[in-house]
């Protein structure tokens, strides 16, 4: 026994060498370094990172305008709250390709489900932030001072299980990138089971979200708030999360395009205005839930009013008028108008986020809240880092170029990179 497990040790530590070797070549950056793009999000980085120093040395009040009255910011508002609906296109996609086995989209799972990942994982971050005592961040997930029939119980549980869930359906991708075969079985194995976890995990958690502004009724404006808003929040993670899939499958061919495989790039437009149908129908699905919500409610008479406008404009301008031009785009082919469309989405569900966290929140108050620049640019940094690091995995990872069964992928990509390291 003593002999075998010495012998085993040479060739264990032979290994962690050179795949520490291979990390540290893959570090490297590749391509140019002072291009305008990393010039201005490391500056806005950079800056975040200071006001970070100052929020975390003198508080809160010294860089964000919240307040007990307004406890809530742009930093949940924004990040957590809007950016967990962007990422809804992962237990979308993965619902499509693994559960309805629509093969088509099966060369976009990766690369949605790292962009989920990474949304939860950024925005995990944001939320800690904005804590005015960070480490009460574990009291909703052990239970204290919540207790475990609270909102933000299941919440924290659904959090925190969804980013492991998602790490494990992306995991193939770092096997196969560190060329570890035995391992990628494994995990490969592991993937449908994860999924489907993952899929329950993500609509209870962006139902709940909704959930935790049953208990605002007095707070937010009466065409924000009602007993569906939990079901309204998640019917438009579905179509807000394809249209950023639409967004960010139109970027990476044009950033991307060398990394690509021949299945998506010969597919991807076929995927997108598939993408774009499902999308205008969860959208009539959603304004057919408004319709009769504000009618249960007797809430047309505030349409009079500027609040009014403001939903006509939430509702007509940036939420019917996307799925016309979905389904426009769809009927002629035309991926322009299907980009367009999901551009128009995204701001309608930045809006509608920010009205029921934010601007329609406590409407009624002589003083409302307005985030400051220094809430502003972190808000804006913690994007940024996220689309560093979602370039950083795209460019070494087989996200955008790997097989589309799992008996085709190969078995190692790091000799390879050794080699030339």
Known sequence: MDATITAARPGFRAEAIRFLRFLRSELKPKGPIWTPFNVITGA????????LVARFAFGLGSVTNLSQDFPWGIWKGFNVITGVAFAGGAYVVCFMVY????EKYHPIVRVTVLNGFLS???YAIALVLELGKPWNILNPILGNSFGVSSVLFLIAWHFLLYIIAQFVEFSPAIAEWAGW???RRILGAMTLGAVVFGICLSMLHQSGLGALYLMARDKVHPLWWNEFIPILFLVSSVFAGLSMVIVEGSLSRRVFRDRMGRALKEGQEEILLGLSRIAAGAIFVYLTLQVLVQTHQHNWGYLGTSWGGLWLFEVGGLTLLPALAFLYGYRRRNVRWVRAGAIAVLAGIVLNRLDVSIIAYRWDAPVHYVP????VVVAVGVICAQIWVFRWVVNRMPVLDFAMHEHEAEPARRPRAVAAA
């Open 181 to 183: 075969p035995r391992l």
């Open 372 to 375: 400051t620049w220094m809430e």
């Open 120 to 122: 939860y994982t950024f």
């Open 44 to 51: 806005i980085m950079l800056v975040a990172a200071g006001i």
């Open 99 to 102: 559960i309805m086995r629509l």
